[in-house]
Each structure stands twice: as C-alpha cells, then as structure tokens.
C-alpha cells in the first residue's frame, strides 16, 4: 500500500490578498478556484510538485458560525500551523516574497544550526511561512 499527501489547506482571511501572494510572489499555479455559498477556495500548484495541491480556503467557509470563528480568531493571532516550502533560488525568492503587499518578514535568510539555510514571513493573513535552500 502507498499513501501519500496531496494536498494541504492553507487558511487566508482574504482570498484576493493571499492569490496576490502565493501566486504572484511565491510563484504558484492557480489550478482551480471554486466560488459556493460566499466563500471561496483556490487550488494552487508548484511547478515541481503538481500532484500536491495547495487549498486556500476562508474560516467560515464549510463551517459552523461558532467554528468559523474559532478558527478565525486563531488565524488572526497567527496561532495556526506553519506551512514550509523550498526554493531553487532562496534569495530571489527572497526578494519577491519580502515585497509582497501584506507580507511580513520575520527572518531574513540565515544559516540555521538544524543544517538549513532559511527565511521566515508572515503571509498577509499572518500564516507563518518558512522557506528553506532546496
């Protein structure tokens, strides 16, 4: 037997801010975008791995009112987990991501004692985002 991820939900306040992010800074694929019930979820790809699928989704969206904003509440603290990605090219990568509107950085790229050279920002919903030298 074989399993293996496909795909993780990245949670965003805003859905336009966050495509503006990941697609535009970050360099992911939009590969789908579903509009129901006044919310919306956006599919993203990377070139590298289009078999794992990246959902924005919104709190409230396909959930209860009281979970929704549960959820929301934490997302606002930035309390939710982390989301890790790697680059070809860190310093460019770097550089587009620091300049996205929104996007707070938190750790320039710095050789950390775990073996990795690395950077750390806030995606405009305040996710915690690390990306690592591939």
Do not use: C
């Amino acid at each position: 037997m074989s399993v293996y991820v496909s795909g993780v939900h990245i949670l965003v306040d805003d859905p336009e801010a966050a495509l503006v992010f990941y697609r535009d800074h970050l360099g992911l694929t939009v590969e789908n975008t579903v509009n129901a019930g006044g919310f919306t979820w956006i599919t993203l790809v990377t070139e590298s791995q289009p078999e794992l699928k990246i959902v924005l989704e919104q709190p409230h969206g396909g959930r209860s009112a009281e979970n929704g904003d549960a959820v929301a509440g934490l997302l606002a603290k930035g309390e939710l987990q982390m989301v890790q990605f790697q680059s070809a090219d860190l310093e460019g990568t770097f550089e587009k991501v620091s300049a996205a509107p929104g996007a707070e950085v938190l750790q320039e790229p710095t050789d950390q004692p775990w073996g990795v050279r690395d950077f750390a920002v806030r995606d405009p919903a305040g996710n915690l985002i690390r990306i690592a030298q591939a």
